[in-house]
């Protein structure tokens, strides 16, 4: 049984950092596509970020690029999001998601491509 199991949200002010985490168990952790959505209330989930298996490749969103740096340690089976320059429009609810496969495509910034999720951690900025 696949779980995925995220931590580190919080409140945040604005222009702040703050990390959140996901813990996958239940599958071969290297061999998955691992990736990071977002959903904020009343709007369609957002993909945020994507890494390959083993970490040599990496997507983001438009929105995050440059602020926003997705990571994963192999050994402890974790995927990490550092969140830095954060803006009251990042508030929402922050998803993990994994995909079998360790190769990353560039359609893997689409939800439907994702096999497994969590069940989310909020991350609120304030103004």
């Known amino acids: 049984q696949v779980q995925l199991v995220e931590s580190g949200g919080g409140l945040v002010q604005t222009g702040g950092s703050l990390r959140v985490s996901c813990a996958a168990s239940?599958?071969?952790?290297?061999?998955?596509?691992m990736g990071w959505f977002r959903q904020a209330p009343g709007k369609e989930r957002q993909f945020v970020a994507s890494i390959s298996g083993s970490a040599i490749m990496d997507f983001y969103g438009d929105s995050v690029e440059g602020r926003f740096t997705i990571s994963r340690d192999n050994t402890a089976n974790t995927v990490y999001l550092e969140m830095n320059s954060l803006k009251p429009e990042d508030t929402a609810v922050y998803y993990c998601a994994a995909k079998r496969g360790a190769t990353l495509v560039r359609q893997d910034n689409h939800a439907e491509r994702f096999d497994y999720w969590g069940q989310g951690t909020q991350v609120t900025v304030s103004s």
């Open positions: 239940g599958l071969t952790f290297n061999m998955l596509v």
